[in-house]
């Protein structure tokens, strides 16, 4: 068998060490694949069981006057909702303020807001820096030596007592990372040489070498795996601060409804107390005009104690009305409406007496697919899996191959051009290997113990995240369905309270006006039920505010808050030049809506705690269990809701009454076809 040149055997040699050592860095890195499957085992338990026991929980009971009430009419409008729009305070102008105005006006002009939408943006940065870590550099080093010392060996020089050499050197080239870990450097050297030793030859010289380095690890930070995690890691934390945006959004604007419907309310108890005053201020009147004829003077003492505490109660009404106009222009942040602190703001959007019912399985359901704090809980959960298997990685010994090549070249004077310009036969080569290993190992095996425990904290707080979660549905959806069933009892009771004021004025024209203690008691009477149906009407006004409230919060615990009002998540690029994340009202025009799951890059945790939390966290619309896939089903078969961005299906301003109960109007949509609300708003 010929043999090969000793040239060429070196050639072979050095190509099948690479090859060997890249191809034994798999075995090396690959960690053990139980951990991630035993998180996703549970991750999968957990969200199946809470999904089984949310769609076969049986519907609460509900008690039997509940069953008698009649409905509110859906037409029905009270007195001082056609009078809203009178001026409260003579010197104001009116603004008027329907509530779907003021939720755009948020978007565009609330700081809230903007500081919720900078932090996903920040976030952001971290992935890009994490990307920076594989950056080739160029570099250049530059030195000048300068030597004068005593000669102390003949190998330096058999002539000169002093030792001279002047010396300059100049490296440049360029390094990178590689995604596997190993650290290559190629760089050109040139160094000129100028000495009084008579060994120097040729003196004075230039000196170039042209190296190509490889110090790459074979087990302690080697592979994709370790080296693409914090790549990874901080693709999850934007993930995170996404799902923040969106939580924190979804709750300053529940704050802004809240707030218009505090206003309405103020506003239209001023109302109920202006006309409990003025018809108390009717009653003293007539019995002043009768004070000569048979009026007792213990009736006019009654009627106008009555009288000054009911406008006692009406200042107090006024004060609620600037507060509650001061917190809505706040939480808009508008500046139009900041800089007319004196004009009054007019909620023109009317309440709603519509009947919706909602089914607590199908919102437990939803709401585990699509709240933020789910998908902030199973990111968190893969974002610690990853940092797990870093330090497991981090236990391993250091042990480093090292391969180097290199071209060096020699000329006379100060030629380094020649220098550069050598002959390719001139090859140098190293190959080395490297271990460390400390022999306690005390800080990576703490930190690898810190990281599972972090794991198995996580996991428990997802589960808790989700009883959490569901238990805050169950309370909004009750509360939804309550506040109607006590809308339906303040109705009646306010029907009962004017037909009882409605008899004893009838009777008051007739013996109302006798003098003695039969008139007192019976101007006694009079007062108290002007009370009653004042009071009724109050009870009745915040029942109905409470009920426009509550379906709001209802679609804010399932997550689906912003889709219910039609708002997306959009983004563009500043007049700063910056990134800006904002929220828009309508058809979304670029990356908008909920953030998807974050793309794992290639070499990431392919079957880390991200394994099974992933396909949860993407999978909207796909429960996990038949249970599961029946409540989806009824969800889409329900065809019937309130409209996208109207409380309690409230109608705009000036439109025509809701349908009657009998009349199925079509249901807004999502992208998923499903009802917006996701729910089966049935009217009773």
């Known amino acids: ?34 951990t991630y499957a035993e998180l996703h085992r549970a991750y999968t338990r957990t969200v199946d069981d809470h999904l089984t026991r949310a769609v076969t929980t049986a519907p609460d009971k509900r008690p039997p006057v509940a069953n008698h009430l009649p409905p509110v009419p859906e037409s029905y409008s009270p007195w001082w909702q056609q009078q809203l729009g009178a001026k409260v305070f003579e010197s104001n102008d009116l603004e008027p303020c329907p509530l779907e105005d003021l939720y755009v006006r948020t978007l565009l002009h609330s700081g809230q807001i903007r500081v919720f939408s900078e932090l996903p943006l920040i976030r952001e940065t971290g992935i890009q820096e994490a990307e920076g870590r594989f950056d080739v550099r160029a570099f250049i080093d530059s030195k000048y030596e300068s030597v004068n010392e005593p000669v102390g060996s003949l190998l330096t020089s058999e002539v000169e007592d002093v030792f001279r050499q002047k010396t300059f050197t100049t490296e440049g080239g360029l390094r990178w990372k590689s995604p596997l870990g190993g650290d290559l450097t190629l760089s050109q050297r040139a160094t000129t040489t100028a000495s009084n030793s008579e060994f120097l030859s040729p003196e004075p ?121 001061d917190r809505l222009r706040a939480l808009v942040n508008d ?45 968190q959960l893969k974002s610690l899996a990853v940092r797990e298997d870093i330090a497991k990685n981090e236990l391993l010994p250091q042990v480093n191959l090292i391969l180097e090549g ?83 009892g303040k109705y009646q009771a306010l029907l ?51 009920y426009s409230v509550a379906l709001m919060t209802v679609q804010r615990a399932q997550g689906k808050l912003l889709n219910y009002l039609d708002i997306h998540v959009d983004r563009r690029t500043g007049a700063d030049e910056l990134p800006e994340m904002f929220l828009r009202k309508g058809a979304a025009s670029g990356s908008g809506g909920r953030s998807a799951a974050p793309a794992i890059p290639a070499g990431a945790p392919a079957g880390d705690a991200a394994a099974g939390a992933k396909e949860a966290a993407t999978q909207d619309a796909a429960p996990k269990n038949e249970a599961a896939k029946e409540a989806a089903a009824k969800e889409a078969a329900s065809g019937e809701g309130a409209k996208p961005g109207s ?38």
């Open 496 to 546: 009962s309270a004017q037909e009882d004021l409605r008899t004893l004025e009838e009777r008051w024209g007739l013996n109302g006006n006798a003098g003695g203690q039969a008139g007192a008691a019976y101007l006694d009477l009079l007062l108290d039920a002007q009370g009653r149906v004042s009071f009724a009407d109050e009870d009745f006004l915040r029942s109905a505010t409470s």
């Open 647 to 684: 409380p309690a299906g409230n109608p705009p301003a000036g439109s025509a009454p809701a349908s009657k109960p009998e009349e199925k109007a079509p249901a807004p949509t999502d992208k998923g076809g499903a009802d917006a609300s996701g729910q089966n708003p049935n009217p009773k």
């Open 1 to 34: 068998m010929p043999r090969l040149p000793m040239a060429e055997a070196r050639r072979v040699a050095l190509a099948l060490a690479l090859t060997v050592s890249y191809a034994l860095l798999p075995g090396c890195t690959t960690p053990d694949e139980s």
């Open 335 to 379: 500046d139009i409406l900041r800089r007319s602190p004196t004009v009054e703001l007019l909620p023109t959007t009317p309440l709603s007496f519509a009947a919706i019912e909602l089914d607590p399985s199908v919102a437990a359901v939803t709401a585990i697919q699509h709240r933020p704090e789910i998908t902030q809980g199973m990111n």
């Open 205 to 325: 010289q230039s000196q170039a070498r042209l190296t190509l380095s490889v110090v790459q690890p074979l087990l302690k930070g080697a592979g994709l795996r370790y080296n693409q995690s914090v790549l990874y890691v901080a693709r999850l934390d934007s993930e995170v601060a996404q799902a923040e945006f969106i939580r924190q959004a979804e709750s300053h604007l529940i704050s802004v409804c809240s707030a218009y419907w505090g206003l309405y309310q103020a506003r239209a108890e001023f109302l109920i107390r202006r006309k409990l005053v003025a018809d108390t201020e009717k009653v003293l009147e007539h019995i002043k005009s009768r004070q000569d004829l048979d009026a007792a003077k213990v009736q006019l003492v009654r009627a106008t104690s009555a009288l000054a505490s009911r406008k006692v109660s009406l200042v107090r009404t006024e004060l609620s009305i600037r507060n509650a106009e």
């Open 406 to 488: 290199s071209l060096r070249g020699l000329a006379d004077e100060y030629n380094v051009r020649d220098s550069i310009d050598v002959e390719p036969e001139r090859k140098n080569w190293l190959v080395g290997l490297s271990v460390e290993f400390p022999l306690g190992n005390n800080d990576a095996t703490a930190r690898y113990k810190r990281r599972r425990l972090e794991v198995r904290q996580q996991l428990q707080q997802m589960r808790t995240s989700v009883e959490t979660i569901l238990l805050e549905v169950k309370f909004a959806v009750r509360e939804h369905a309550t506040a109607y069933r006590e809308l339906q």
